[in-house]
C-alpha cells in the first residue's frame, strides 16, 4: 500500500524559507514523476511544482524562481526549497504522482506565511 507522508511546514514570515519532505512507502517514487500540490482555503488542489523519474523540473508560474523540487530516489523522498515566501502562498502542501494515478493523498502540511 502506498502511503505518503509530507513534513516541514510552519509559521513563517514573508521573505522567509521552509523545507518540505515527502517520504513515499511503496514504489510510486520508481516509475512516476512526482509533484507538490497545494490547496488554500475555499480553493482547489493546484499542482506547483514537478519532477521526473529523470530529475527534469517544471513549476507554476506563481512559484518559478522562488521554489525549487528535489527527489532522492534512495530515501523516497521528494522535496520543496521554498523561498521568498509570500501570503499567498499559505496553503496545505501536498505530494503525489504527476500526474495524478489514484495513490491516496497523505495529510498534508501546513504552510502559513505572516505580512
Known amino acids: 500500500q502506498v502511503q505518503l507522508v509530507e513534513s516541514g511546514g510552519g509559521l513563517v514570515q514573508a521573505g522567509g524559507s521552509l523545507r518540505l519532505s515527502c517520504a513515499a512507502s511503496?514504489?510510486?517514487?520508481?516509475?512516476?514523476?512526482m509533484g507538490w500540490y497545494r490547496q488554500a482555503p475555499g480553493k482547489q488542489r493546484d499542482l506547483v511544482a514537478r519532477?521526473?523519474?529523470?530529475?527534469?523540473?517544471d513549476y507554476a508560474e506563481s512559484v518559478k524562481g522562488r521554489f525549487t523540487i528535489s527527489r532522492d530516489n534512495a530515501k523516497n523522498t521528494v522535496y520543496l526549497q521554498m523561498n521568498s515566501l509570500k501570503p499567498e502562498d499559505t496553503a496545505v502542501y501536498y505530494c503525489?504522482?504527476?500526474?495524478?494515478?489514484?495513490?491516496?493523498w497523505g495529510k498534508g502540511t501546513l504552510v502559513t506565511v505572516s505580512s
Open positions: 519532477i521526473t523519474t529523470g530529475g527534469s523540473t
Open positions: 511503496g514504489s510510486i517514487f520508481r516509475f512516476n514523476a
Open positions: 503525489n504522482s504527476a500526474p495524478l494515478r489514484g495513490y491516496s
